[in-house]
């Protein structure tokens, strides 16, 4: 059974860095094909596409927020860490991480940490 | 950057088919994806490669994709698939992948 959980800070000021984990089983993120996603999805608005990490290290990053973003990972704790600088009110947001498979479908989610960016 | 653009609702009755569209440059050549998330919940994949059901999924849900437009069809759709439904792919690269915006199906 192939499951991911997402952890992290629930409450971060302005202006700090938020560090997320995305832990998973059921599956290993050295086979080829494999990717894991991190996807957000602010209060009532649609879903946003952050970063992915293959099974092969390379990185892809969001257009807009890649400036602020780094993803990797530990193969070995079955992990995939996500970091974004300089937070801000407007990251206020639910976090997922997915897996996504050599067909490129998201199959599998995670059910989601909420991260509040308040003072 | 890569946009995709989808209608901010739908709405259909009980039975009847409900199509969604979903439009982007890069289509012609990218697939495309959809999801649905309901109230509360994660997203769930519908439909992968522009036209396959997972397993799970039932064959109401269907896909297709011809030019700069994808389409997610729920032919005779049921009251329990009102939810979210989001279009999801690559920019011509293939490095920068977007979510469509959303759309409402509402059933009723």
């Known amino acids: 059974q192939v499951t991911l959980r997402e952890s992290g800070p629930a409450l971060v000021k302005p202006t700090q860095t938020l560090t997320l984990t995305c832990t998973f089983s059921?599956?290993?993120?050295?086979?080829?094909?494999?990717?894991v996603n991190w996807i957000r999805q602010p209060p009532g608005k649609a879903l946003e596409w952050l970063a992915l990490?293959?099974?092969?290290?390379?990185?892809y990053y969001s257009t807009s927020l890649k400036t602020r973003l780094t993803i990797s990972k530990d193969t070995s704790k079955n992990q995939v860490v996500l970091t974004m600088t300089n937070m801000d009110p407007v990251d206020t947001a639910t976090y997922y991480c997915?897996?996504?498979?050599?067909?490129?479908?998201?199959?599998?989610w995670g059910q989601g940490t909420t991260v509040t960016v308040s003072s | 950057s890569y946009e995709l653009t989808q209608p901010p609702s739908v709405s259909v009755s009980p039975g009847q088919t409900a199509r969604i569209t979903c439009s982007g440059d890069?289509?012609?050549?990218?697939?495309a994806y959809w999801y649905q998330q309901k109230s509360g919940q994660a997203p769930v994949l519908v439909i992968y490669?522009?036209?396959k059901r997972p397993s799970g999924i039932p064959e109401r849900f269907s896909g297709s994709r011809s030019g700069t437009m994808a389409t997610l069809t729920i032919s005779g759709a049921q009251v329990e698939d009102e939810a979210d439904y989001y279009c999801?792919?690559?920019?011509?690269?293939?490095?920068?992948?977007?979510f469509g915006g959303g759309t409402k199906v509402t059933v009723l």
């Open positions: 997915a897996r996504r498979m050599a067909n490129y479908a998201m199959d599998v």
């Open positions: 059921g599956f290993s993120l050295s086979t080829s094909g494999m990717c």
């Open positions: 990490i293959d099974w092969d290290d390379d990185k």
């Open positions: 890069a289509l012609p050549k990218k697939y």
């Open positions: 490669e522009d036209s």
């Open positions: 999801y792919s690559t920019d011509s690269n293939g490095n920068t992948w977007v």
